[in-house]
């Protein structure tokens, strides 16, 4: 599946973003494109993006956004833009590679090699003979929310919160991304509703069966991070969230159907975006 592109929403990353290992990754021949979304950083990201856009137009591009929107809606908006390009394959990463990017290969492998799957997502799993180094408190706050997370979505998935995915195009690929995520940090775990959801209204195969965990053989955490540990916190309540929107009896009938963005859409916002602002306002 080589027609992949990988999108990368930056916020404040200049300090941070290692440019050389992606003009590394390509230049050993790895045929996936890099979409970087600046999601109205403040620093000198902009710069350093449009700098590694002029080095290899024809494998990174850059796509900034007006203000600050948060990295569900830069994700989203990203992904929408990838989708529009004629891609098989379309997918998020970490602008920090906790996961590296020589990981991409092997999610495009998988999920071009299994017609089945829909999407192929990393699991940060600690066994001999892998490299995943996590600070142990964020490691258990993570189990216990990974825990919950799983009985709520009803979906025997180990690790919701990794930085790294990958979906195959698809009509259904439109509809999870169709819409602005009500959630912020957790939007992964809303996206996994909405999969599951859309696959029991219909008569597709289980969520379950189109899904694929990758254990990946390194992650680090690396400095800098945004997320803090209140965030896990503040995440059962959006779980809660989660679960009456999507997934409480009779939510698939109630909650709106997710339309079909079009072409101009990631570029745009979708109307849901502006109706959210004017009640923020």
Not at 26 to 34: E, I, L, N, S, T
Not at 61 to 77: F, I, Q, S, T
Not at 102 to 127: D, H, S, T, W, Y
């Amino acid at each position: 599946m080589d027609r992949c592109i990988i999108v990368v929403p930056c916020y404040n990353e200049a300090a941070r973003l290692d440019t050389g290992a992606f003009q590394q990754f390509v230049a050993r021949g790895h045929p996936q494109r890099f979409l970087f979304v600046n999601d109205g950083s403040t620093d000198d990201t902009a710069s350093v993006l449009e700098t590694l856009r002029r080095g290899n137009p024809d494998r990174f591009d850059v796509y900034h956004l007006p203000r600050n929107m948060g990295k569900a809606e830069a994700v989203r908006r990203g992904v929408l833009r990838a989708l529009s390009s004629g891609v098989d394959s379309v997918g998020y990463w970490d602008a920090d590679q906790a996961t590296p990017l020589e990981a991409i290969p092997q999610f495009c492998e998988l999920l071009g090699g299994n017609p089945r799957l829909q999407m192929v997502i990393g699991a940060r799993v600690k066994l001999l003979g892998r490299d995943i180094q996590r600070r142990f408190v964020r490691h258990l706050l993570g189990r216990l929310f990974a825990t919950v997370a799983s009985v709520v979505l009803r979906l025997p998935v180990y690790d919701t919160q990794c930085g790294a995915k990958l979906f195959r195009v698809s009509p259904e690929t439109h509809a999870l991304f169709s819409r602005p995520f009500r959630t912020s940090w957790i939007f992964d775990v809303e996206l996994l509703a909405r999969f599951v959801r859309g696959r029991k209204a219909g008569s597709l195969p289980a969520a379950e069966d189109t899904i694929y965990e990758l254990p990946l053989s390194q992650w680090r955490d690396v400095a800098g991070s945004k997320v803090k540990v209140r965030d896990f916190f503040k995440s059962f309540f959006e779980l809660v969230e989660i679960y009456w929107i999507y997934l409480r009896p009779g939510a698939a009938a109630a909650a709106p159907p997710a339309s079909l963005p079009s072409a101009d859409d990631a570029a745009t916002g979708h109307p849901d975006v502006s109706r959210r602002r004017q009640r923020a306002a």
